[in-house]
C-alpha cells in the first residue's frame, strides 16, 4: 500500500487531502510513523524524528496514529487478495505476497493481473491505492513493486530479473540494512550487479552467512515460497517516552498498558502466547532486554504484566529510559494448546478481561479505563506491532 497510515487519514478526512501529512506524536520524542506523498519532497519519511520532519516540512499536517482503523482496513485489503489467491502470505498490515502461479486463465497475463488487483482494492477500500509488483520470486517482486511508486505496477519476467536488479543500490537487497550496506560499501560494491559479480566465496569471508544471501539476492535466486498461513513470531506494544524516565513505578505503568494492548489482540486473533519478553531503551540508546518463558500459555493481560514487572526488577541498569516495550512471543493458536488454569485466578481475570473487551466492541476502546489513569494522558502514542517479517527489528 502507498503510504498507508497517512492515505487512510487522508482517505477518512477529505480536508488533508493534497496536504502534507505525517502520522506520529508531536511531542518532543515523536517519530514519523508515515509521511504522505505530499510531505515527501521535503525529505520527510519514516523513522525520522519528528523535530526535524517538522523543521524540514513546517507545514505539514500531524495526525496521531489509530492502529485499530489501520487493521480494519488492512483486513479489508487482504480479504481482496484472498479474492485472488488462495495463497496470501501477509508481512505487516500494509504488505503482502500473492501465490498467482497458474492464475492466467482466470485473471489474464501478470500485468493484466496487476491492474485488477490494483482496481479491485481501489473499490474495495474507497479510494486507496496499492503498488503492485511481479516476478518469479519473493525477493524481485518485493523490489519491484517499489520501483513507480506511488500507484505503481512493475512487471519483471524472470529471464530478465538479473539484469533489471544490476543497475539498483545495494540499500534495495532484502535484509541489508545500514549496517550491511555501509559494509558493502566499504568492499567497494555499490549496486545489486556489482554484488552478483563478486566471488561468493569472497562475499562470505567478508560479510559471513550474508554473503551468501545477499549473491543468491543479486542473482535473483530466492527459493521462498510463499506461505500463506504463516505464524506470527510475536505480538508486541513498544512507547518511546516524552521524558526520560528512571521511576520503577512508572516504567511498570507503560508495561500495564502493553499488557493490556497485548492481551486484547491476542484474544481478538485467538493465540496464547508462553514468553513475555520486556525492551528498555537508554538515553545513549543502549537497548537491554530480558525474556521468560512461562510454564503455561496465556493471553491474559494481567499474567503478561506479572511476568513483565518481574522481569523489570531483574535489571539492574539505573536508568533513566527513553523507550519501554513488551512482547508476547513462542506463540500458538488457543484452541490446540492445553489451558491448566481453569479455576484459578487466571482463569477469573480473563472472564473480567473478556468482558471488557465486549464492552470497548461495543462502545469503543476507551469505555472502561484504570483508575490511574484517570489522571494521565498518554503524551506518546504506543507502536503495535506484530512481528512476521524476517526483516522486521
Not at 24 to 32: D, I
Not at 113 to 121: E, F, T
Not at 145 to 157: E, M, N, Q, Y
Request: overall charge positive; aromatic content about 6%; some cysteine.
Amino acid at each position: 500500500m502507498d503510504a498507508f497510515y497517512a492515505a487512510v487519514e487522508q482517505l477518512d478526512d477529505p480536508s488533508l487531502r493534497g496536504k502534507p501529512v505525517l502520522v506520529g506524536s508531536p511531542g518532543a520524542r515523536g517519530v514519523v510513523l508515515t509521511a504522505s506523498y505530499e510531505a515527501r519532497p521535503f525529505g520527510v519519511g519514516s523513522a525520522m524524528a519528528m523535530v526535524k520532519a517538522r523543521r524540514q516540512c513546517p507545514d505539514a499536517i500531524i495526525v496521531p496514529p489509530r492502529f485499530d482503523r489501520y487493521q480494519e482496513v488492512s483486513k479489508t485489503i487482504m480479504d481482496v487478495f484472498g479474492d485472488f489467491s488462495p495463497d496470501v502470505e501477509a508481512i505487516s498490515l500494509d504488505e503482502a505476497f500473492l501465490e498467482m502461479t497458474g492464475a492466467e486463465d482466470l485473471f489474464g497475463a501478470p500485468g493484466v493481473m496487476g491492474q485488477k488487483l490494483k482496481a479491485a482494492v481501489r473499490e474495495a477500500t474507497g479510494g486507496l491505492s496499492v503498488s503492485v509488483g511481479a516476478s518469479g520470486t519473493k525477493y524481485v517482486a518485493k523490489v519491484a513493486s517499489a520501483h513507480r511508486k506511488p500507484d505503481g505496477l512493475t512487471v519483471v519476467p524472470p529471464t530478465d530479473a538479473k539484469v533489471w536488479l544490476a543497475p539498483l543500490p545495494v540499500s534495495r537487497l532484502w535484509g541489508a540494512g545500514r549496517i550491511n550496506e555501509a559494509r558493502l560499501h566499504r568492499l567497494g560494491l555499490m549496486t545489486i550487479g556489482d554484488v552478483a559479480t563478486a566471488d561468493p566465496d569472497w562475499l562470505s569471508q567478508k560479510l559471513g552467512s550474508a554473503g551468501r544471501h545477499f549473491y543468491a539476492l543479486a542473482n535473483a535466486e530466492d527459493p521462498r515460497a510463499v506461505a500463506s498461513r504463516r505464524a506470527s513470531k510475536s505480538v508486541g506494544s513498544e512507547r518511546t517516552l516524552a521524558k526520560d524516565v528512571s521511576d520503577r513505578q512508572e516504567l511498570k505503568r507503560h508495561l500495564r498498558r502493553s499488557a493490556d494492548d497485548i492481551g486484547r489482540r491476542l484474544r481478538r486473533k485467538r493465540i496464547v502466547a508462553f514468553g513475555v519478553r520486556i525492551k528498555l531503551k537508554t538515553t545513549n540508546f543502549q537497548l537491554l532486554t530480558r525474556q521468560h518463558l512461562r510454564q503455561e500459555p496465556t493471553d491474559v493481560a494481567e499474567q503478561l504484566y506479572t511476568d513483565a514487572a518481574a522481569l523489570l526488577d531483574a535489571f539492574k541498569h539505573p536508568g533513566p529510559f527513553r523507550l519501554v516495550g513488551m512482547a508476547a512471543y513462542d506463540l500458538a493458536p488457543a484452541g490446540e494448546t492445553s489451558q491448566f488454569d481453569l479455576f484459578g485466578s487466571g482463569s477469573r481475570w480473563r472472564k473480567l478481561e473478556t468482558a471488557i473487551d465486549e464492552l470497548a466492541n461495543r462502545f469503543g476502546p476507551n469505555v472502561l479505563r484504570r483508575a490511574d489513569e484517570l489522571n494521565r494522558r498518554r503524551q506518546s502514542p504506543n507502536l503495535d506491532f506484530l512481528d512476521d517479517d524476517d526483516e522486521q527489528a
